[in-house]
């Protein structure tokens, strides 16, 4: 019985597994790579510069134009 004990308790001490990356600065390098922070306080200042009477309909219509310059510089 003494042996299963031994067996039971330690059976765990050669599974290691990786380290989990800290979920914050996860989320940060996600930002960072895809420029998000920037993206978003472009559309901030261009939003609160024009004053749209339809504030999301004009960033849908901005976002839509970005991407479809992007796509385009991308095909070239």
């Known amino acids: 019985m003494a042996d299963s004990t031994v067996q039971a308790s330690t059976a765990g001490v050669n599974d290691c597994s990786e380290p989990v990356e800290d979920p914050y600065n996860k989320a940060i390098t996600y930002l ?3 420029n998000i922070l ?4 472009h559309l901030t200042s261009d939003v609160i510069f024009h004053r749209p009477d339809d504030p999301l309909d004009y960033l849908i219509k901005e ?3 970005m991407k479809a310059q992007r796509d385009q510089t991308a095909s070239k």
Do not use: D, S, T, Y
């Open 32 to 34: 960072e790579r895809h």
């Open 38 to 41: 920037q993206l978003f306080q």
């Open 63 to 65: 976002v839509q134009q």
